[in-house]
T-cell receptor
Framework: LAKTTQPISMDSYEGQEVNITCSHNNIATNDYITWYQQFPSQGPRFIIQGYKTKVTNEVASLFIPADRKSSTLSLPRVSLSDTAVYYC??????????????FGRGTQLTVWP | DVKVTQSSRYLVKRTGEKVFLECVQDMDHENMFWYRQDPGLGLRLIYFSYDVKMKEKGDIPEGYSVSREKKERFSLILESASTNQTSMYLCASIGGGENNEQFFGPGTRLTVL
């Protein structure tokens, strides 16, 4: 499984855009890049997934360069409720149902008023 | 909505006790997972199961066993609880949908005295 490296923590203020970058130098051809969000005392929940270029949904955007060795999760105009741990994962080929994932330590994002 | 439930939110046991953690999902998912989460270590996979009566070791299976007698239920067993098994335990299932996302339960905070 490809492992990932991401900052341990980040701080931001309400209304700012936050970009969290993740390195995954050993990503395999069939791997997808997935981000999860976890609030205290809850299980992680899926945010966004992509393979290359850019993916956008109602929550976030995911930017993936051509070499796919890194990715950036972008959260527009964060609020206090976006304070959470964000995990970057690679693996789990979209066609696979096994879904074995490596979560790593994640990035603690703290949003200040 | 997909629902993954865990039998207890908080559990206190004594060293040497046999402990059962139950997880139930209501979406007919084939694949289920048990993780433990500790500060600074992220989520680590203990065991997973891709079918009834099938199981695979994850990254840290020592001291644990699992049971999958029915598709909707995946049990984690601590044969003889030890203090180093004090942790947050998270169960997840995966439906193999477009994003192959994992759905997590709320977690069980286990304390072994």
């Amino acid at each position: 499984l490809a492992k990932t490296t991401q900052p341990i923590s980040m701080d931001s203020y309400e209304g700012q855009e936050v970009n969290i970058t993740c390195s995954h130098n050993n990503i395999a051809t069939n791997d997808y890049i997935t981000w999860y969000q976890q609030f205290p005392s809850q299980g992680p929940r899926f945010i966004i997934q992509g393979y290359k270029t850019k993916v956008t949904n109602e929550v976030a955007s995911l930017f993936i360069p051509a070499d796919r060795k890194s990715s950036t999760l972008s959260l527009p105009r964060v609020s206090l409720s976006d304070t959470a741990v964000y995990y970057c994962l690679v693996g789990a080929d979209r066609g696979s149902t096994l879904g074995r994932l490596y979560f790593g330590r994640g990035t603690q994002l703290t949003v200040w008023p | 909505d997909v629902k993954v439930t865990q039998s207890s939110r908080y559990l206190v046991k004594r060293t040497g006790e046999k402990v059962f953690l139950e997880c139930v999902q209501d979406m007919d998912h084939e694949n289920m997972f048990w993780y433990r989460q500790d500060p600074g270590l992220g989520l680590r996979l203990i065991y997973f199961s891709y079918d009834v009566k099938m199981k695979e070791k994850g990254d840290i299976p020592e001291g644990y066993s699992v049971s999958r007698e029915k598709k909707e239920r995946f049990s984690l067993i601590l044969e003889s609880a030890s203090t180093n098994q004090t942790s947050m335990y998270l169960c997840a299932s995966i439906g193999g949908g477009e994003n192959n996302e994992q759905f997590f339960g709320p977690g069980t905070r286990l304390t072994v005295l």
